[in-house]
């Protein structure tokens, strides 16, 4: 019979029945024949006049009132969100007359309402509804709550994931973990998805509590798991993606260069076998994992990422030709990476392709920026590069460069200075790093940093003679020193008193001592700790064995 037969029927005896039992029963007939057949302005209107009739008089028990409020909030939440909450307030407030016996029927009730704060975006009370629905269900025993559980769960700890309530959104996501992992059987796809998201957001969780371990953990669970699913039944490339970028990610941020390689590499291998059967959906995943390779290899291999950079900046340049909101900051982001690459080789070899090709890509910056959310935190960072960089590349200081490149030269030859003990290993080295500031301070005179440097180390390298008792070879170089036009650090008038001092003119000396000794050293140490040092130093090369009662008197003064 077809449905509308059956509703003219049970409408015909509706008229007839004088009995109140059958007419009830024939009502919540009609009502479910009106939903199946999607009369729901009909449903909705009988049901609340059977409501309205139950609430008369003593007719109805508070729990077949109950259902009959749950039914019609069931029947409203898709189109009157405000009348289906009061619906289900009103059933969860009668079913409670019957706390016990109701158990799983106001968990129920409290889970319906948390959906439609959900769908209302008010985080208070989603959460209020949640928390009190696992109170119910956590009082009935049986398996048929155990996915419900799981479900709020899940949702509670989506919700202190977005709040950064780090440690709730943990142990919901885990207690949600456990109990999926109880139901499933290896067989229910739906639960399968909801498990591997699960174990991603616990270690996404991790992550952000800077809980390396268990982040790296959590995150291989999940790339097993999918490829585990994958194994069997095809179609989880997506999700083994998003997972492999997860691992480079992570371990980036921990600069273990060589893991975040090898999952970045595997990354961007899915990603290419899925856009090539549908780039329109994995073009753009492709661009990030070329980009992220990209950011990976600037230190180590700057051609390699250079080639990641402008296969990126390709693929991101078409997406955002087709959907300009959505991809032009990408693209943008693309572009000031090889900004900052190009910028980087310049400083490094001052070669003025390097400066060319960045200002191009500066100029294409510029008109996408333009177009750009301003008010978007990544946004922001991307104007501020182009801001810097532009001001660094149109208004150059060659001279700065070029110490920033030798002083790149100098970095090996110092840490040799240091790690030799004795004053003629020492000067082989440092006279090294002379040979190379002389060459600078003689190109780029003007230049004040440089020539301070270079003060710095001749007062060093007379520091070496002067532990050899060579004084001659030291007096040459503090007088090279003295005719730089720099102001001389404390460490140098300390270099110019023990010259004098070994030199025998213990007066003048004494005036640099006291000039010095009220100062700090480059370590914002006291001078007089430098100077102790510095005796005790002369005094184990066999030099001077104790300084003239006059010094000493002089740095007994400075307690």
Known sequence: MEPSMFIENVE???ETTRDHAERFTLQNYLVELYRKTNRMEEAVALLRTIIKDQSEGDRSDSNTLAALYNNLGLLLKSTAIQEAISSFREADKLYRENEMENALRIAGVNYQLSQLFTHLKDEYYTKKYLKECLVYFNRVETGQVFEAKARAHDQLGQLYSEKLLLFDARNHYKKALDIYQQIYSGKEADIAMIIGSLLNNLGVTYRQMESFKQSEDYFKRTLEHYETLESKSQ???????????NLSNLYAEHQSTEEAMYYGDKALKVYTHLSKKEPEHYEHYLATSLHNMGVLFMENDPDKAEDYFRKAITLRR????????????????SLMNLVELYHSRWEFTLKKEFKSKALALLGMTDKIAKELPVNHPAVQNILNDLDYYNGRFRNEDVSGLHYLKISREMMPLRQEVNSTILPGEKI???????????GHVMKFPGHY????????????????YLRLGKTKKAAALLREMRQLKSDLSS???????????LSGNELRALEFYKQILPLKNED????KETLMKDFSTLRSDGILMTPPQAVEELLEHYT
């Open 12 to 14: 015909k005896a509706l």
């Open 428 to 438: 082989a080295y440092q006279e090294k790093i002379l040979k190379i500031l002389r």
């Open 449 to 464: 940093r440089g020539m301070e440097s270079f003060s710095d180390a001749l007062s060093e390298q007379a520091w070496y």
């Open 235 to 245: 179609g989880f490339l997506p999700w083994i993606g998003s997972t492999l970028t």
């Open 491 to 501: 460490e140098a008038k300390c270099n110019l008193a023990h010259y004098y001092l």
């Open 318 to 333: 078409g997406l955002a030709d087709k959907e300009p909101h959505a991809f032009n900051a990408d693209l943008a982001a």
């Open 524 to 527: 914002k140490k006291s001078m």
